[in-house]
C-alpha cells in the first residue's frame, strides 16, 4: 500500500515570508510519480508539478520550488516572498506501479497582508 | 482543451435512494478515478479504474460500486444513499504511464437528506 502524509494541517504567514510545505510518502515502487496540486478557494484543483522517483533534481520556477529526496521520502515545496494569491489547500499526491493516485490530506495555507 | 465532466455540479438526493455520478473524460485516457472531498481529510480514492470493464478498490470503497462500459466514461454508484455520503465527488482521469498530470473535473457536490 502508499501513502502520502502532510502533517501541517494549517499554515498562516505573513505575506513576503518563504514557507515551507511538507510531504512524506510510503512506497514499495522503484518507479514511482509525485505531484504537488493547488485548490484555491474556487476549488478547482491546479496542477503545480510532476518529478518521477529517477529525477532527484530539484525545481525551480518562479517563487516555488521542490526539494525531492528519496533518502528521507520527502517532496517539499516551498513558496518564496508569499502573496496573498497563494493562499490555497496544497496537495501532494503519489501514483505508482498499480497505478492508483494516492493524495495527502493537504495543506491550508493562508497569506495574511 | 482537455476535459474531465461531470454531469452534475450538485445534487441532492434522499436516503436509501440509488444515485449515479457520471465522468467523461475526451483525452483518451487509459486511467479514470473516483475521489471524495471531505475537509480535513483531503481527497480519499473511492475507486479506480485503468481499463474498460476494469476495476479496482482504492482506500474507502464500502457504499460504493463503479462501472467503466467505454474508455471514455467512469461512472460512481451509491446503491443506497446515506447522509454519510454527503460530499464532494471528483473523477480525474490520466494517461497509462502518468507521463502527464491527473485532469480532474469540477465535481459534484451531493447532499443526502
Known amino acids: 500500500a502508499q501513502k502520502v502524509t502532510q502533517a501541517q494541517t494549517e499554515i498562516s504567514v505573513v505575506e513576503k515570508e518563504d514557507v515551507t510545505l511538507d510531504c512524506v510518502y510510503e512506497?514499495?515502487?522503484?518507479?514511482?510519480?509525485l505531484f504537488w496540486y493547488k485548490q484555491p478557494p474556487s476549488g478547482e484543483l491546479v496542477f503545480l508539478i510532476r518529478?518521477?522517483?529517477?529525477?532527484?533534481q530539484n525545481e525551480i520556477s518562479g517563487r516555488y520550488s521542490w526539494n525531492f529526496q528519496k533518502s528521507t521520502s520527502s517532496f517539499n515545496f516551498t513558496i518564496t516572498a508569499s502573496q496573498v494569491v497563494d493562499s490555497a489547500v496544497y496537495f501532494c499526491?503519489?501514483?505508482?506501479?498499480?497505478?492508483?493516485?494516492?493524495f495527502g490530506s493537504g495543506t491550508q495555507l493562508t497569506v495574511l497582508p | 482543451d482537455v476535459k474531465v465532466t461531470q454531469s452534475s455540479r450538485y445534487l441532492v438526493k434522499r436516503t436509501g435512494e440509488k444515485v449515479f455520478l457520471e465522468c467523461v473524460q475526451d483525452?483518451?485516457?487509459?486511467?479514470m478515478f473516483w475521489y471524495r472531498q471531505d475537509p480535513g481529510l483531503g481527497l480519499r480514492l473511492i475507486y479506480f479504474?485503468?481499463?474498460?470493464?476494469?476495476?479496482e478498490k482504492g482506500d474507502i470503497p464500502e457504499g460504493y460500486s463503479v462501472s467503466r462500459e467505454k474508455k471514455e466514461r467512469f461512472s460512481l454508484i451509491l446503491e443506497s444513499a446515506s447522509t454519510n455520503q454527503t460530499s464532494m465527488y471528483l473523477c480525474?482521469?490520466?494517461?497509462?504511464?502518468?507521463?502527464?498530470?491527473?485532469?480532474f473535473g469540477q465535481g459534484t457536490r451531493l447532499t443526502v437528506v
Open positions: 512506497t514499495r515502487d522503484t518507479t514511482y510519480y
Open positions: 479504474s485503468y481499463d474498460v470493464k476494469m476495476k
Open positions: 483525452m483518451d485516457h487509459e486511467n
Open positions: 518529478r518521477n522517483s529517477f529525477d532527484e
Open positions: 480525474a482521469s490520466s494517461s497509462a504511464d502518468m507521463n502527464t498530470e491527473a485532469f
Open positions: 499526491a503519489l501514483s505508482g506501479s498499480a497505478r492508483q493516485l494516492t
